[in-house]
């Protein structure tokens, strides 16, 4: 084992990646953190096993535990990309229209890592592919050639073509991460980061009034009590986010925030009891202008930590539901008087938490625009 290149087969070599891990766990979503973990404990624990084979000097048994670890590694890299796959296509189900297409009217979607996600899982998966039938030929050839050739095999021989393999996999890995990350779409946080980390301070969550009322259940802090803290009014009046809001919506004329005395203008939805949820229902325009519903997700996370609430907004559509998981940063911009929308029931020990914004063209109000909204106010507990 005194190759160079067996370095590869060196356990500490794997501990140095755990320690790497936290920094990839930050970097990326977390399903791609679960599936790097998972390949680097199945390397720690297979290149164990094959460090005890390479001290025997039974060759059939050593070409037996580099073919083992050589199928184990495609199961394992097969295995992480399709649970990744996975994921992504969950959280994907029923996002197949931008601002772009039919109903950008009525309902737009911006993640920006959604595209992200779904770039990183194709290039990966290409990559690791084209790179595996690559290897794998390169491999079997060694294999072959040790075969016909017992006795004059070395070890370094072996290792140094299995360790070129396990390199190559790994270097795979990280260019492409690498790569996805320095071209990731820039995103909504990105773009807007200094107002959303002012935006951290979520205890007033804590005091949100709760309310039953016609099937919806769940708390909400209204805008006279948010204005205790500037961010949310201050992101709610940002030109550039405002900007956002209308290219997402599609909408020709300005939009304006309305006069602090309403109350749904600026709002948090605070989810965080078991069955908390809103029915299907369209948002009643109390406004003379268009008006749109912005939910901008700020915590939304289900009793593991790792994913999303159940509480995900779903639109009615073409005969059935889509639904969106709503992933923190996430905006979702509705026509909400012209889309049948509902949020689904929150599960135990999930919490998901909503800033809520309304727009509109013309903030003027007819007498009985007016009335029905201090009704609305009335039944959300404002
Ligand atoms: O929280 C959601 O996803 C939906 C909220 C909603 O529809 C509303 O507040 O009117
Ligand atoms: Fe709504």
């Not at 990839?24 to 720690?44: G, N």
């Not at 016909?148 to 991460?177: F, I, P, R, Y």
Request: charged share 15%; hydrophobic share 45%; glycine share 8%.
């Amino acid at each position: 084992m005194g190759s160079a290149a067996s370095v590869f087969l060196d356990r500490k070599v794997y501990l140095a990646l755990m320690v790497a891990l936290p920094i990839l766990a930050w970097l990326t979503p977390p399903q791609f953190a679960i599936a790097f973990t998972v390949f680097i404990l199945w390397m720690i624990v297979s290149s164990a096993r094959l460090q005890k084979a390479a001290g025997d000097d039974d060759v059939p048994a050593k070409l037996a535990a580099y073919r083992r670890q050589l199928f184990g590694m495609m199961v394992v890299v097969a295995g992480a990309l399709g649970g990744m796959a996975l994921v992504t296509y969950t959280k994907m189900r029923g996002v197949v229209r931008g601002p772009q297409v039919e109903n950008a009217e009525l309902i737009g979607l911006y993640d920006g890592y959604r595209g992200f996600r779904l770039g990183y899982a194709v290039i990966i998966t290409v990559f690791s592919v084209l790179w595996g039938i690559l290897q794998t030929k390169r491999t079997l050839a060694c294999t072959d050639s040790l075969e016909l050739t017992k006795m004059q095999a070395t070890e370094d021989m072996w290792v140094g073509s299995h360790s070129k393999n396990l390199m190559g996999g790994l270097v795979t890995l990280w260019t492409t991460t690498l790569l996805m990350l320095s071209i990731a779409p820039t995103t909504l946080a990105q773009n807007l980061k200094p107002l959303m980390s002012t935006l951290g301070d979520l205890r007033m969550a804590a005091g949100a009034t709760r309310t039953q009322f016609l099937g919806r259940k769940g708390g909400a802090v209204p805008y006279s009590e948010l204005r205790r803290q500037p961010s949310f009014a201050a992101l709610y009046h940002h030109p550039q986010f405002i900007r956002l809001v209308e290219s997402v919506a599609g909408c020709t004329s300005p939009l304006r925030p309305l006069p602090p005395a309403h109350e749904h203008a600026c709002s948090l939805l605070v989810y965080s009891q078991e069955g908390d949820s809103i029915p299907y229902h369209y948002d009643r325009n109390y406004f003379q202008g268009k008006t749109f519903t912005v939910l901008l997700t700020l915590v939304n996370r289900d009793a593991s930590q790792l994913l999303t609430s159940a509480n995900a907004t779903c639109i009615w559509l073409e005969g059935g539901d889509w639904c969106w998981s709503t992933s923190p940063n996430s905006l979702v911009v509705m026509h909400g008087e012209s889309v049948l929308h509902k949020a689904n029931p929150l599960r135990r020990r999930e919490r998901r938490v909503v800033l809520s914004l309304v727009y509109t063209t013309d903030p003027n109000q007819s007498p009985l625009q007016a009335a029905r909204q201090r009704v609305k106010d009335w039944s959300w507990g404002f």
